[in-house]
């Protein structure tokens, strides 16, 4: 394996060993209000999902204290799949137990989200790469497809549809590449990235949209020429961009920090 594979490999098992989380479903769309019991999914999952896209979307917002008891009457469940649940959020970062107080949502902070993005940056690029040596002409026609309905949206100004059409581009970019692992570490990074990008979405404008998708014609281009190296380069400066963008979102709307007291400590006992 080469030097970057090895090196972006240990980057990765850091990353799994810090969060030691699974792969969550993004963005769902059930009001916090609107919580069911339960079926087939054992009560820890579910409780957690709720919990987790909660968070992501904002509907669970940074500093917001969360009280076991309450939860477990919205979930219907014991108090015992609830702490369950935020014990595993605390381990992601997620949720914060500060001591004597309780469990609060973490806020977001300028120096996670760079760290996230780079590394995402950095796993997009690796991944790519990998992908370039693999893909097919029906791979690059997907992606060429995909590119063009993004770039329509983009120049409506349709935010929801961009947003949409990217994730999907993202996904068919590095679908091309061998294994799961790396995709895999890949997933898990970017749930942990949603609720940042979900401020990003609410400063998207036409401008930002077109500019974009014009990072995204340069790795359509690079792709069909097939310049692994080009592709993994611009995959990381495309992070970046995000990256600028987030950090001037996250201060106009006067994030960053800690979320709750200055007592809080990263080293608080398990709820």
Do not use: W
């Amino acid at each position: 394996m080469c030097t970057i594979g090895i090196h972006v490999g240990a980057i990765a098992i850091s990353y799994i060993m810090h969060y030691n989380v699974g792969v969550r479903r993004i963005a769902r769309k059930t009001p916090k209000t609107d919580l069911r019991p339960a079926t087939r999914r054992t009560l820890t999952q579910h409780v957690y999902d709720e919990l987790a896209a909660a968070i992501s979307s904002g509907r669970l917002p940074p500093g917001e204290k969360l009280v076991i008891d309450a939860l477990a009457r919205d979930f219907n469940v014991s108090i015992t799949p609830v702490r369950e649940a935020l014990m595993r959020l605390k381990r992601e970062g997620l949720v914060l137990e500060v001591p004597y107080s309780g469990v609060y949502v973490s806020k977001l902070d300028l120096d996670e989200l760079r760290e996230l993005f780079l590394l995402r940056g950095v796993l997009e690029g690796y991944g790519a790469r990998l992908a370039v040596e693999h893909v097919t002409e029906a791979d690059l026609a997907a992606l060429r497809r995909q590119y063009e309905d993004l770039d329509r949206a983009a120049t409506r100004g349709d935010v929801a549809a961009f947003r949409e059409g990217n994730l999907r581009f993202h996904a068919l970019m590095l679908a091309p590449a061998p294994g799961r692992a790396l995709q895999d570490v890949i997933t898990l990074l970017v749930g942990n990235t949603e609720r940042y990008r979900a401020i990003g979405d609410r400063h998207l404008d036409r401008t930002y949209l077109e500019a974009a998708s014009a990072d995204h014609r340069r790795v359509m281009a690079a792709f069909e020429a097939r310049r692994g190296e080009e592709v993994e380069t611009l995959a990381r400066a495309h992070a970046l961009t995000f990256v600028t963008h987030l950090e001037r979102c996250l201060r106009t709307e006067g994030a960053g920090g800690q979320a709750v007291p200055a007592s809080a400590s990263p080293d608080a006992p398990a709820v």
